[in-house]
């Protein structure tokens, strides 16, 4: 697994690890490694990540059913939860350990109760070789969709021609800045004016420039015509809302959609060509997460 990591010689690694443990710094979990005569040792903390095998008798027998962010951990409250936290506290050595009891309004904030540790659901997340300032109480993030995330930049900067690039729900910027780091011109909407607010800091933070906009992006669908491409990542939207985006956007438009839905059901489109479909991940016993890249007719 990929983690932050110092580089130490070797003849200071005994002590230079005591050092980081008695500091609360040493990442446990994972094996350091040697590197000719330096020792790389996982941290909590560094701008430098590489690749660490996981020690056996700290690997989590209950991965997928929690999410760590930062330096904290999110469990979804369901039946067994008390067994995650427990095997968290004992193998990962958390700052803090937050309930989820489910979303919350239009800004899909997250009710959570803290159930172990101190301070609040927020820090410096990595992914995908950025930084992001997150904020459960402000703003909506889930780091399970780090890898659906880096493909829709993969594909968008891909196939983009020289137009704008539209982020509907542009939330903390995991998509907006990656894009912007390439090159690629990208309107951030977002009607939570705190998800915005901590949008702008990651643009600092990961040194880009972009245009942030604070709106119901659902509204000003007149100022969509002639995009390249629209983000749509909201996936507990009626698909009534998507079948309206595209009424205003121009032939051959590329359209990236996450949507939650039955297994079961049959899902159609209005007016554009699937390009790509498949299935995220699982959201409850009967319905999952689909992502559909689309081409307008």
């Given at each position: 697994?990929?983690?932050?990591?110092?580089?130490?010689?070797?003849?200071?690694?005994?002590?230079?690890?005591?050092?980081?443990?008695?500091?609360?710094?040493?990442?446990?979990?994972?094996?350091v490694?040697?590197?000719?005569?330096?020792i790389?040792?996982?941290?909590?903390?560094?701008?430098?990540?590489?690749e660490?095998?996981?020690?056996?008798?700290?690997?989590?027998?209950h991965?997928?059913?929690?999410?760590?962010?930062?330096?904290f951990?999110?469990?979804?409250?369901?039946e067994?939860?008390?067994?995650?936290?427990?095997?968290?506290?004992?193998?990962?050595?958390?700052?803090?350990?937050?309930?989820?009891?489910?979303?919350?309004?239009?800004?899909?904030i997250?009710?959570?109760r803290?159930?172990?540790?101190?301070g609040?659901?927020a820090?410096?997340?990595?992914?995908?070789?950025?930084r992001?300032?997150?904020?459960?109480?402000?703003?909506?993030?889930?780091?399970?969709?780090?890898?659906?995330?880096?493909?829709?930049?993969?594909?968008?900067?891909?196939?983009?021609?020289?137009?704008?690039?539209?982020?509907?729900y542009?939330?903390?910027?995991?998509?907006?800045?990656?894009?912007?780091k390439?090159?690629v011109?990208?309107l951030?909407?977002?009607?939570?004016?705190?998800?915005?607010?901590?949008?702008?800091?990651?643009?600092k933070?990961?040194?880009?420039?972009?245009?942030v906009?604070?709106a119901?992006?659902?509204?000003?669908?007149?100022?969509?015509?002639?995009?390249?491409?629209?983000?749509?990542?909201?996936p507990?939207q009626?698909?009534?809302?998507?079948?309206?985006?595209?009424?205003s956007?121009?032939?051959g438009?590329?359209?990236?959609?996450?949507?939650?839905?039955?297994?079961?059901?049959?899902?159609?489109?209005?007016?554009?060509?699937?390009?790509?479909?498949?299935?995220?991940?699982?959201?409850?016993?009967?319905?999952?997460?689909?992502?559909?890249?689309?081409?307008?007719k």
């Open positions: 697994m990929r983690v932050p990591y110092i580089k130490v010689p070797q003849i200071d690694a005994k002590k230079e690890i005591d050092r980081l443990k008695r500091m609360g710094e040493l990442l446990p979990g994972y094996k490694k040697r590197e000719g005569t330096w790389l040792v996982p941290v909590k903390h560094s701008e430098d990540e590489t660490f095998e996981v020690n056996v008798t700290r690997r989590m027998t991965v997928g059913s929690f999410e760590r962010i930062s330096d951990f999110v469990i979804k409250q369901r067994g939860w008390e067994r995650i936290l427990e095997e968290i506290k004992e193998k990962q050595s958390p700052r803090a350990i937050f309930l989820d009891e489910g979303v919350e309004g239009s800004f899909r997250r009710k959570l803290r159930i172990y540790g101190t609040e659901p820090g410096i997340h990595k992914e995908n070789g950025f992001y300032l997150v904020n459960l109480e402000r703003a909506y993030f889930s780091p399970r969709l780090a890898g659906l995330r880096r493909d829709i930049i993969k594909s968008c900067f891909q196939t983009v021609k020289t137009g704008l690039v539209v982020d509907m542009a939330g903390v910027g995991p998509l907006s800045i990656p894009l912007l390439s090159g011109k990208v951030s909407i977002d009607m939570n004016q705190d998800a915005t607010k901590l949008l702008r800091q990651n643009m933070l990961n040194k880009v420039c972009g245009e906009l604070v119901d992006s659902n509204r000003i669908l007149d100022c969509f015509e002639g995009v390249d491409q629209v983000l749509m990542n909201n507990s009626p698909l009534s809302v998507f079948q309206n985006v595209v009424s956007l121009g032939r438009t590329i359209i990236h959609l996450t949507h939650i839905s039955n297994r079961k059901d049959k899902i159609e489109f209005k007016g554009v060509e699937v390009v790509q479909s498949r299935i995220v991940h699982g959201y409850s016993p009967s319905s999952s997460l689909f992502y559909f890249r689309m081409r307008k």
